[in-house]
């Protein structure tokens, strides 16, 4: 009798101290409906945080006081698992960063993005800057666009000008080039590793492949079923990468990504095929002055043809406690307000609205221009090809890396390549 | 006391078991159940399908999940052979040598254990760091020795990546065995070996005719604990080699292909259902190596106490 009694003390105990505590916090805020919501997004963009703490966040919280962001970003291999692990968890975060295409669009079928096609600024973008993030009959926006990444080559500007080198146009001047300094020893050419696959994917058969396919025509075709992996243009772009192997740095098969983007920022590499997102840390980290070339193409004359890919995008997540301020920062991003400074923060992502923005950085500007010299698209595996298993995009990081490394004939690669499509891809 | 044919159910028995059975329940045996149950269904859009046995036959026998499957599993008697030829044995020298005295044995046990403690990513780390042909230090070392030529980036060619992790593996886990085997050999009372000393055997024969006999316990409890852990291991290939396994999946083994599965990798969405079925042939491979050691080893051998 003697236990109850103490335990019914405490409870009583328990709830008289429980009611005291919102009794004290008015005091602290005076105005409780306005205490500042915390909005939070998930990104795979961790080398961005410090641009969006100091720049992109600060503008924003500027004009919204009451809505308080976070960016809380998660390493770019993981995302995708850690972002499902959360969705099926329930601790994701407010507002979500949609990679572009089928990964996204899962998500909007699966309920966990909302559709956005009542934000009044969405009309700031073009059709095929939404492209990667609507549903296939076009009905449902489901992220606003943020910005695209376009491929091409940097180069060691200081080393090119002492072995008297000029940027290639053409397949044979590429060649001659990387030949010239691999005959002067002082740098590795091609400054890339097969170690992680998806350089040799992305910075490799992505970069150079549109000059092959055709862009566009290509990429379509494949999503016909008119063109195969078989083709001639797919063939020959592997064979192309078969050929980069002599010019390799010596053990490229264990050098990762970040070892190969060391080696080019110490100077030790003369050329590095990779793509715009590299402009801010190169900037910070290369002692010398940098170029870009876009990839060369077979003849000279020949129309050019760029990867400029839709890679990011925001969206909201559908079962967010604070959809009106989260739809509060959607909108402020489609303004061109947001364009100018993210593209500004960021040089090297630019931005898919149709405002008319100045970027500050040279390499920045010369990867733009060639939105007007050459023919954009995007990368061949990301629409439609890579919802089935096996799908397109893991197949070409290990063809491409295979083909490499020498393990793996062109003609092979696309056969695999080949094969693995049609076993659940009916066009 | 009469003893009553019809005696009261002990009933606080139930109370000291109820704990760790709820427990149990709850975080062990129901997802593995689950999981069990999953691995019988397909993926339909958002629901599940009743499917049988088609995710085992299609992961057993289809042209593109087959190679990987056996792939994966070849390579993963690989990583537990080399556990087996080159960590036990190691274990075991090292054992010896340091039950054989010494003043700086309680230093060089520490020394030795202490691998095993830190976290694979940082393993992971260094060994990277230490066989990176740019800047890693193997080949100079390689070079002084004048042995530069032998140098390779093993960590990514395909013959040699997968006996490369293995080894780093051993590095870090040597001192489990080592300190099993050195516990075992030190409760071993000197007596035997002073008897059979004095019958004159030399320090071989002790070692192998006296001491190895009464060890075989533990090698037996060795094995399947590299068994058990050499077939959930995981971590120390994604760490470097990330969810592809590469190069041509060379590295890839069961917890690497369940993960790339069950949770997808970059594109590719996971699949839970054929995940499962992955999961639960795991479970299958490292149930049966289990009863295989308590239905056959641990029968045969004798163990004693002193």
Partial sequence: MRKTTLLSLLIAGAIVLASCAPATTPTQAPQPTEAPVTLTIESWRNDDLTIWQDTIIPAFEAKNPNIHVVFAPTAPADYNAALNTKLAGGTVGDLITCRPFDASLALYQQGHLAALNDLPGLNNFGDVAKSAWITDDGANVFCVPMASVIHGFYYNADAFEKLGLKEPATLDEFYAVLEAIKKDGTYAPLGMGTADQWESATMGFQNIGPNFWKGEEGRQALIKGTAKLTDAPYVSTFAELARWKPYMPSGFEAIKYPDAQSLFTLGKAAIYPTGSWEISLFNSQAGFKMGVFPPPVAKPGDTCYISDHTDIALGMNAKTQHAAEARTFLEWMTTSEFAELYSNALPGFFTLSNAKITLKDPIANEFLSWRGTCQSTIRNSYQILSRGEPNLENELWRLSAGVINGTITPEQAGQEAQTGLEKWYKP | ?306
Avoid at chain 2, 44 to 55: H, K, P
Avoid at chain 2, 130 to 142: D, F, T
Avoid at chain 2, 248 to 267: K, V
Avoid at chain 2, 279 to 295: C, E, H, P, Q
């Fill in chain 2, 1 to 306: 006391m009469p003893s009553s044919p019809t005696r009261k159910f002990p009933a606080h028995l139930l109370v000291f078991l109820a704990p760790a059975t709820a427990v149990y329940t709850l975080f062990m045996v129901y997802p593995l159940l689950d999981s069990l149950r999953l691995s019988f269904f397909a993926q339909n859009g958002a629901s599940e399908t009743f499917a049988g046995l088609q995710n085992y036959v299609t992961l057993l026998t289809d042209p593109l999940w087959a190679p990987r499957f056996w792939g994966a599993l070849r390579n993963n008697f690989v990583f537990f052979a080399v556990h087996m030829l080159v960590q036990n044995p190691l274990g075991l020298l090292l054992a010896a040598l340091l039950a054989s005295g010494g003043r700086a044995r309680s230093i060089y046990r520490t020394l030795l254990f202490m691998p095993t403690v830190l976290s694979v990513v940082i393993i992971g780390f260094i060994w990277q760091l230490i066989l990176n042909p740019l800047w890693g230090i193997a080949e100079g070392l390689l070079k002084a020795v004048s042995l530069g030529a032998l140098f390779q980036p093993w960590l990514g060619q395909q013959s040699t990546a997968l006996v490369t992790l293995s080894l780093i593996s051993v590095w870090q886990f040597v001192g489990i065995p080592m300190i099993l085997f050195y516990t075992a050999l030190i409760s071993i009372p000197e007596e035997l070996s002073e008897a059979a000393y004095v019958d004159g055997a030399s320090g071989w024969d002790i070692f192998w005719r006296i001491k190895f006999p009464l060890l075989l316990p533990t090698v037996g409890i060795v094995t399947i604990l590299t068994f058990v852990g050499n077939f959930n291991a995981f971590d120390l290939i994604f760490t470097i080699k990330g969810g592809l396994a590469g190069p041509e999946f060379a590295s890839d083994i069961m917890g690497t292909l369940f993960y790339r599965t069950f949770f997808g990798f970059q594109l590719q969405l996971g699949n839970p259902t054929m995940g499962t079925t992955v999961a639960t042939l795991m479970f299958l491979i490292i149930l049966s190596g289990v009863l295989l050691y308590t239905y056959v080893w641990q029968r045969r051998v004798t163990t004693y106490e002193f």
